[in-house]
């Protein structure tokens, strides 16, 4: 069975800190993306990265980092020198390329950044 | 990326009466679309899946009479809450792909109240 663990539910952080959310998955394909996506109080889901289970290289955009380690199946999420802006849901998530893609998402970390 | 939008943002109905909550890919035709329900500070959970032109396919624990959804084109699916109840509240967010193993395009999701 698919599943997403983001085993942190609130995160509270001063700007400037660095934080790294968690997420765990386990599947038994051998084929599968895992996303992390930003939900700001808006409520709009924003895309910030997928990334296919054969491409296990560490990415860096801006502030944002991931860490994609299969041999404990997690893909953990760093937001270098935070922002308050940076304050949101963030959702980890694991599609299974076979299965029609959908969707299966962890419980979501809530991310307060003070100023 | 491609923009999804959905109609309305945000409806609030009496119990009783149903709801019609329209998703739509603005610039690609949308083979598939996907429809979640997240309640409050939960994580979002898929209800059904759309194909154009035919049945949806419903997860496990979604009622098919209660939420009806069709995709009539590349460009629309509907979802229509059916004799809507205070415990249907919640938001609904879809999703669009244009193509199999594609990226989902999320919308910015519509709120349901029912009183």
């Known amino acids: 069975a698919q599943k997403v663990t983001q085993a942190q539910t609130e995160i509270s952080v001063v700007e400037k800190e660095d934080v790294t959310l968690d997420c765990v998955y386990e599947?038994?394909?051998?084929?599968?993306?895992l996303f992390w996506y930003k939900q700001p109080p808006s409520g709009e889901l924003v895309f910030l990265i997928r990334?296919?289970?054969?491409?296990?290289q560490n990415e860096i955009s801006g502030r944002y980092s991931w860490n994609f380690q299969k041999s404990t199946s997690s893909f953990n999420f760093t937001i270098t020198a935070s922002q308050v802006v940076d304050s949101a849901v963030y959702f980890c998530a694991l599609s299974e390329v076979l299965n029609t893609d959908k969707l299966i998402f962890g419980t979501g970390t809530r991310l307060q950044v003070f100023p | 990326g491609a923009v999804v939008s959905q109609h309305p943002s945000r409806v609030i109905c009496k119990s009783g009466t149903s709801v019609k909550i329209e998703c739509r890919s603005l610039d690609f035709q949308a083979t598939t679309m996907f429809w979640y329900r997240q309640f409050p500070k939960k994580s979002l959970m898929l209800m059904a899946t759309?194909?154009?032109?035919?049945?949806?396919?419903?997860e496990q624990g979604v009622e098919k009479d209660k939420f009806l959804i069709n995709h009539a084109s590349l460009t629309l699916s509907t979802l229509t809450v059916t004799s809507a109840h205070p415990e249907d509240s919640s938001f609904y967010i879809c999703s669009a792909r244009g193509q199999l193993e594609g990226e989902q395009f999320f919308g910015p999701g519509t709120r349901l109240t029912v009183l």
């Open positions: 759309s194909n154009e032109g035919s049945k949806a396919t419903y």
């Open positions: 599947t038994r394909d051998t084929t599968y993306y």
């Open positions: 990334r296919n289970s054969f491409d296990e």
